[in-house]
Structure formats: structure tokens, C-alpha cells
């Protein structure tokens, strides 16, 4: 079951991870395409904002969750980790992703809320419910409540194979086989 699990949220990752992409090259080419409509021609896409901004909040919240898989979010090393014992450093690990799941538990929460609240607001210029933009929230919420359980549990998510696959050096079945640690 655990092993069905890990392979879930590893295609998770790697959809997420092209899925940022592709919000990357759409922001860009909206942005672009608006700009110069508005200084060459004197005329603009009235969604064009709007849009550049619900891909632009999608885009930050799956990179936040992506950032929560691989550690790099912002570390502040007070003392050298030289200097610091084994136990105290597994120590420090264990109270950051609790620290991690609580905010991302609050996320979940608070975010579920805002979405079924704004469902009903529309955006003018799209004329989309408010909630599609921040649908992404919970569903960001629910990736980095995950990965902080498996890290502060230490289990192996195949992070190897995710990220040979994502370089283009794995195969797909190396990701979906799942962990073999446990």
C-alpha cells in the first residue's frame, strides 16, 4: 500500500513539475503578447492580467510544493553543523516538518475555505469563479502535508528516480515502482 502511495505522489510530482512549466511559457507568452499589443498597436487583452495572475499564483504554490520535495526552502544555520551531534541535527529535521505540516495543515484548512467562499465572486474579466484561483491551495497543502510525513518518518519517496526520469536519464517504471526503505 505504501509503495502504491509513493508512486502516486512521485506522478504527482512529475505532472506538477511539467504542469509548472507550461504555466511558465503561457505567463510569459501572455504577458509578452499583451505588451506589445498595448505599445505597438495601442490596444491590449483585457484578460490578459487577470490570467497572467491566476498562472502566476498556480505557478507559486506548485513551486512551493515541489520546493517542500526536494529542501529548498529558506534554512537559517544559527550554529555550524560541524558542531552539532547526529541526535540534535535528526532532532531539528523532526521539528521542521512538523513546523511544515502544521502550516501546510493551516493551508488545507484556511485555503478549502477561501476556495468554497470565492466560488460564488467572478472574475470580471474572464468571468471564471474567484475559487479557480485559489484552488490551488488545498491541493498544494495536501502535496507538502505528504512530503513532510515522509521525510519526518523517513521514508524513501525514490527521489533518485523521480529526478533521473525529470532529466531525462530513468525510465518511468523506476518511478512508479515505489520505495524500497522503509
Not at 512529475?14 to 495601442?42: C, E, H, P, S
Not at 474572464?126 to 485559489?134: C, I, N
Amino acid at each position: 500500500m505504501r509503495n502504491r502511495v509513493v508512486a502516486f505522489f512521485n506522478i504527482v510530482h512529475i505532472a506538477l513539475v511539467y504542469l509548472a512549466q507550461i504555466l511558465m511559457i503561457l505567463m510569459v507568452l501572455i504577458i509578452f503578447t499583451n505588451v506589445v499589443l498595448r505599445y505597438v498597436f495601442n490596444s491590449g487583452l483585457m484578460w490578459s492580467e487577470e490570467v497572467a495572475l491566476l498562472l502566476a499564483v498556480w505557478f507559486i504554490f506548485i513551486a512551493m510544493s515541489i520546493g517542500v520535495k526536494q529542501d529548498l526552502h529558506i534554512n537559517i544555520s544559527v550554529l555550524p553543523q560541524k558542531i552539532l551531534k547526529p541526535f540534535v541535527l535528526t532532532l531539528l529535521n523532526k521539528i521542521k516538518n512538523i513546523v511544515i505540516c502544521l502550516i501546510a495543515v493551516v493551508m488545507l484548512l484556511d485555503g478549502w475555505k477561501l476556495v468554497q467562499f470565492t466560488m460564488t465572486s467572478i472574475m470580471p474579466a474572464t468571468k471564471l469563479p474567484a475559487g479557480f484561483l485559489y484552488a490551488i491551495l488545498p491541493i498544494s497543502a495536501v502535496i507538502i502535508i505528504y512530503e513532510s510525513l515522509m521525510d519526518f518518518f523517513n521514508i524513501d519517496t525514490n527521489d533518485e528516480a523521480v529526478d533521473a526520469f525529470l532529466s531525462g536519464n530513468g525510465g518511468f517504471t523506476s518511478v512508479v515502482k515505489g520505495a524500497h526503505r522503509g
